[in-house]
């Protein structure tokens, strides 16, 4: 009987790990082509999943309000926080961490230690939603932290979970950004985020 050299069994065992790498990185390339070749439309579809899963209408759509509790306004799609609608509770108490935080009645303005934050109007309006943004601008926002993605632009506020959407792939964000740019545009200017003292002070005298 022929004996097997270790030295044989180690290259065989090298040159199937190396052809197994190779199927692993021939596969890769494959289904980054699959995603490269979507279609426009195709981008919309998946976006439109992805905001759907995400929860995006929790926060970002206005609500109606149903038997069943509040409800995304299907008329006003992720156009935030609704211009000239009642601030959150102002509670003092939530801007000290470890209370909690308050909340409008449709979910879209919030209190907390961060001070007084409202959803953003994500419909393609140019003036003020995100109709003259770019896909840079978007990626570059949900991967920093940062408004516009820009490094001196100032921080998105709690309780916007940017830390995890900006983990999605960069074929995801760009379908959720298509998504976003497929909607109609909807005028709606969303307030400013307010800082703690200013929110102390707003609380304060409503007291």
Known sequence: M?????KS??????????????????NEKKEMKEEAAMTPEQMVARGKYL???GSCNDCHSPKVMTAMGPVP?????LSGHPAGSPPPPLDTNALHPGYGYTMTPDITGFMGPWGISYAANLSPD????????????FMGALRTGKHLG???????????????VGQMTDDDLKSVFAYLKSLPAISNEVPSPIPPPDAMAMATAKK
């Open 2 to 6: 022929k004996r097997i050299s270790t």
């Open 9 to 26: 069994i180690l290259l065989s065992l090298t040159l199937i790990c190396a052809l197994g790498l190779i199927i692993s990185c021939e």
């Open 73 to 77: 306004d299907t008329t006003k799609l």
């Open 51 to 53: 905001a759907t899963v």
């Open 126 to 137: 140019s003036a003020t939603g995100i109709g003259a943004w770019t896909v840079e601008n």
């Open 150 to 164: 820009m490094q001196g632009g100032r921080p998105i506020a709690p309780p916007m979970p940017w830390p995890f």
